[in-house]
Protein backbone atom coordinates (compact mmCIF):
# COMPACT_ATOMS: atom_id res chain seq x y z
CA UNK A 1 0.00 0.00 0.00
CA UNK A 2 1.17 3.30 -0.73
CA UNK A 3 0.54 7.00 0.74
CA UNK A 4 0.88 10.08 -0.94
CA UNK A 5 1.53 14.05 0.27
CA UNK A 6 0.21 15.95 -2.25
CA UNK A 7 0.99 19.68 -1.96
CA UNK A 8 1.21 22.97 -3.43
CA UNK A 9 -2.48 23.48 -5.04
CA UNK A 10 -4.54 27.23 -4.46
CA UNK A 11 -5.51 29.84 -5.76
CA UNK A 12 -3.31 31.97 -8.37
CA UNK A 13 -3.28 34.58 -11.18
CA UNK A 14 -3.55 33.97 -15.06
CA UNK A 15 0.30 34.59 -15.83
CA UNK A 16 1.44 33.73 -12.65
CA UNK A 17 3.22 30.33 -11.22
CA UNK A 18 2.44 27.48 -8.97
CA UNK A 19 4.49 24.37 -8.53
CA UNK A 20 2.98 21.21 -7.49
CA UNK A 21 4.32 18.15 -5.39
CA UNK A 22 3.52 14.92 -4.35
CA UNK A 23 5.80 12.05 -2.54
CA UNK A 24 4.89 9.00 -1.92
CA UNK A 25 6.01 6.12 0.43
CA UNK A 26 4.59 2.64 1.30
CA UNK A 27 5.93 -0.51 -0.11
CA UNK A 28 7.04 -0.02 -3.39
CA UNK A 29 10.01 -1.89 -4.53
CA UNK A 30 10.84 0.37 -7.88
CA UNK A 31 8.67 3.28 -9.63
CA UNK A 32 8.02 3.31 -13.38
CA UNK A 33 6.74 6.53 -13.62
CA UNK A 34 5.41 9.31 -11.72
CA UNK A 35 3.16 11.96 -13.13
CA UNK A 36 -0.04 14.45 -12.81
CA UNK A 37 -3.85 13.84 -14.03
CA UNK A 38 -6.49 16.80 -13.98
CA UNK A 39 -9.98 16.74 -13.49
CA UNK A 40 -12.42 19.74 -14.43
CA UNK A 41 -15.94 19.76 -13.55
CA UNK A 42 -18.25 17.64 -15.72
CA UNK A 43 -15.04 16.51 -17.53
CA UNK A 44 -12.85 13.78 -18.26
CA UNK A 45 -9.38 13.02 -15.97
CA UNK A 46 -6.59 13.49 -18.46
CA UNK A 47 -3.16 13.28 -18.41
CA UNK A 48 -0.73 16.40 -17.50
CA UNK A 49 2.06 15.11 -17.52
CA UNK A 50 4.00 12.34 -16.82
CA UNK A 51 7.90 11.60 -15.87
CA UNK A 52 9.30 7.85 -16.07
CA UNK A 53 12.38 6.58 -14.16
CA UNK A 54 14.64 7.29 -17.24
CA UNK A 55 13.59 10.62 -17.12
CA UNK A 56 11.52 10.31 -20.66
CA UNK A 57 8.29 12.95 -20.19
CA UNK A 58 5.25 13.21 -21.55
CA UNK A 59 3.07 16.34 -21.88
CA UNK A 60 -0.17 16.85 -22.74
CA UNK A 61 -0.83 19.70 -26.19
CA UNK A 62 -2.28 22.42 -23.91
CA UNK A 63 0.67 22.76 -21.39
CA UNK A 64 3.71 22.05 -23.47
CA UNK A 65 5.65 25.03 -22.81
CA UNK A 66 4.05 26.50 -19.86
CA UNK A 67 4.72 23.35 -17.23
CA UNK A 68 7.67 21.07 -16.40
CA UNK A 69 7.30 17.89 -14.40
CA UNK A 70 10.42 16.57 -12.59
CA UNK A 71 11.28 14.33 -9.76
CA UNK A 72 13.53 13.09 -6.89
CA UNK A 73 14.23 9.54 -7.67
CA UNK A 74 15.76 9.27 -3.96
CA UNK A 75 12.41 11.28 -2.00
CA UNK A 76 10.03 9.52 -4.36
CA UNK A 77 8.86 12.85 -5.15
CA UNK A 78 7.19 14.64 -8.57
CA UNK A 79 6.87 18.20 -9.37
CA UNK A 80 4.86 20.21 -12.03
CA UNK A 81 5.96 23.86 -11.94
CA UNK A 82 2.98 25.51 -13.45
CA UNK A 83 4.21 28.72 -15.56
CA UNK A 84 1.92 31.00 -17.16
CA UNK A 85 -1.34 29.16 -16.30
CA UNK A 86 -4.82 29.48 -17.63
CA UNK A 87 -8.39 29.91 -16.38
CA UNK A 88 -8.95 26.60 -18.20
CA UNK A 89 -6.01 24.94 -15.93
CA UNK A 90 -8.32 25.05 -13.40
CA UNK A 91 -9.22 21.54 -11.94
CA UNK A 92 -8.26 19.01 -9.23
CA UNK A 93 -4.83 17.96 -10.12
CA UNK A 94 -3.93 14.20 -9.20
CA UNK A 95 -0.86 12.53 -8.56
CA UNK A 96 0.04 9.12 -10.11
CA UNK A 97 2.36 6.63 -9.33
CA UNK A 98 2.95 3.22 -11.31
CA UNK A 99 5.42 1.02 -9.48
CA UNK A 100 6.10 -2.22 -8.31
CA UNK A 101 5.41 -3.96 -5.68
CA UNK A 102 8.06 -6.47 -3.70
CA UNK A 103 6.02 -9.08 -5.05
CA UNK A 104 6.70 -8.08 -8.47
CA UNK A 105 3.12 -6.76 -8.80
CA UNK A 106 2.70 -3.77 -11.23
CA UNK A 107 0.22 -1.52 -9.36
CA UNK A 108 -1.09 1.67 -10.43
CA UNK A 109 -2.10 4.18 -7.74
CA UNK A 110 -3.38 7.30 -6.97
CA UNK A 111 -3.47 10.43 -4.81
CA UNK A 112 -6.55 11.77 -3.17
CA UNK A 113 -5.80 15.85 -5.20
CA UNK A 114 -5.37 19.12 -5.01
CA UNK A 115 -7.38 21.97 -6.03
CA UNK A 116 -5.96 24.91 -8.78
CA UNK A 117 -7.63 27.36 -9.20
CA UNK A 118 -6.46 30.17 -11.83
CA UNK A 119 -8.67 33.29 -11.53
CA UNK A 120 -7.80 36.71 -11.38
Known amino acids: QVQFVESGGGLVQPGGSLRLSCSAS????????MGWYRQAPEKQRELVAAITSNDETNYADSVKGRFTISRDNAKNTVYLQMNSPKPEDTAVYYC??????????????WGKGTLVTVSS
Open 96 to 109: NLIYYSYSRRRIDS
Open 26 to 33: GSIFIIYA
